[in-house]
């Protein structure tokens, strides 16, 4: 059922997105009266599942979910006309309008893609708010991962700066250190401050999504699952975990570590309830459990927002979100990063959906795949609308159009690069997937 929910999620994202890409061109193609033959979701090879005419504009929608398309008339793009192009131009055609003109048509699938991502950003924190846990209320320090480990991090830590800038929000955390390329992290240990390196080797394992370090919190029993060998023992919704055994466990990390050592076994869990201690017996089988969620003890802030307060707070967060994700292409090209072996095809994309429908996570993620889908379109790679935007731009400085030959070989070359980057990215989907299979 979470693979169908994700699907769904992502189908009706990039409709969203494709539709009002498309929609962008068609409205200055329309504004400056270019005939617009099609205007299609989803691309319709031999077929499509739905079509009508209305006027000069088929509308229909294709069968193969990889975009969406407007036919100019007199433009030369992936339908490859070439017998119209072949005839003497005609006013209503794109190759007829101005330069200005035709620029503005090729940049209005992008334009529409950014003000989209504005306006969901700010409904969403209209709607929602911004709720995140700061750095500074991690009260208990952190659980350093194996990734952290590897930089001198240690449990209880409490992350102060990084290259002495202070970072507000825990979820920003390994975002600023790949995105700035950050050299140091600077920590509270038990009272004394510690400047820690960041060694480059963690920086393709962070890629990766491998975690560097987890809010510490104690073990306070927030709900137990069904059939919980704790709450069969006598433990209660509220009770806080402090041993096991004869070792002590403060924390939830140092609970979950020790546990697995008790399998098959009677053990003792210790317990504070209503500041008395108290001891139950539990009986584990070969994977030893109690059976309990931690309850969340952070204190999460949310932070509010009027009418007039979202809208220039959804500027701000789009353009962060596309500093970002430019930022990213950097790492991209780095080798020593490996960032090229996380880049991901349609499987990749879907799987940053929630496994079950939630909308404040749907418009946030179609928030970013819009700007996402802006930023690549507007890349100056023949058959993009970026590619003609830089051959526009070279009629603007030199006073001269490009041939419609040298236009015909610019857009298959630049065909063939998105097909060798779509067939390397989904590629890299069917290698993790068939990996993730062999090592289970």
Do not use: C
Not at 82 to 88: I, T, W
Not at 135 to 163: F, S
Not at 171 to 176: D, H, M, Q
Request: hydrophobic share 45%; net charge positive.
């Amino acid at each position: 059922m979470e693979v169908i929910i994700k699907i769904a999620q992502l189908l009706l994202s990039l409709s969203i997105l494709v539709i009002v890409h498309e929609f962008g061109h068609f409205t200055f193609a329309k504004l400056f009266k270019t005939r617009v033959e099609k205007f299609y979701l989803f691309f319709d090879p031999w077929f499509s599942l739905f079509k009508y005419k209305k006027g000069e504009t088929e509308y229909g929608i294709g069968w193969l979910p990889l975009g969406g398309y407007v036919k100019i008339a007199g433009m030369i793009d992936e339908s490859m006309d070439k017998e119209q192009m072949k005839q003497p131009p005609k006013p209503d055609e794109f190759r007829s309008k101005t330069t200005g003109q035709r620029l503005l048509i090729m940049i209005g699938g992008v334009l529409f893609n950014l003000i989209l991502a504005v306006l969901i950003y700010a409904a969403v924190l209209k709607v929602w708010g911004e709720e995140y846990l700061p750095i500074k209320n991690m009260e208990y320090g952190i659980v350093a991962e194996k990734v952290g480990e590897g930089i001198g991090l240690q449990d209880g830590d409490k992350i102060l700066t990084i290259d002495n800038k202070e970072i507000e929000k825990y979820s920003g955390l390994v975002a600023y250190i790949l995105l700035n390329e950050a050299q140091t992290i600077q920590v509270d240990r038990n009272g004394e401050q510690i400047d820690l390196q960041i060694s480059k080797d963690i920086i393709p394992k962070l890629i990766k999504g491998k975690p560097l370090v987890s809010p510490r919190t104690p073990f306070i029993i927030d709900k137990f699952v069904k059939g919980a060998a704790g709450k069969k023992a006598g433990l209660l919704e509220g009770d806080k975990v402090i041993g096991i055994d004869t070792l002590p466990t403060l924390y939830f990390n140092e609970f979950a570590q020790n546990i697995v050592n008790y399998k098959n076994t009677t053990t003792a869990i210790w317990v504070e309830r209503n500041g008395e201690k108290l001891k139950f017996d539990v009986i584990f089988n070969d994977n030893p459990k109690i059976g309990a969620y931690p309850k969340n003890v952070f204190k999460l802030e949310t932070k509010s927002y009027g009418f007039f307060e979202a809208f220039p707070a959804g500027i701000k967060k789009s353009i962060t979100v596309g500093k970002n994700y430019l930022k990213q292409f950097k790492l991209l090209f780095n080798p020593e990063t490996k960032a090229y072996e996380s880049v991901g095809g349609f499987i990749a994309i879907g799987n940053i959906f929630p496994g079950t429908w939630d909308w404040q996570s749907f418009w946030n993620l179609t928030g970013f795949l819009s700007i996402m889908l802006g930023i690549l379109n507007i890349l100056p790679i023949p058959a993009l609308d970026g590619g003609h935007v830089m051959f526009l731009m070279y009629e603007v400085v030199t006073r001269r159009k490009p041939s419609d030959k040298f236009m015909e070989y610019a857009q298959m070359v630049g065909l063939v690069l998105l097909l060798a980057l779509l067939l390397f990215a989904n590629g890299n989907d069917v290698y993790k997937w068939i990996n993730g299979l062999m090592n289970k």
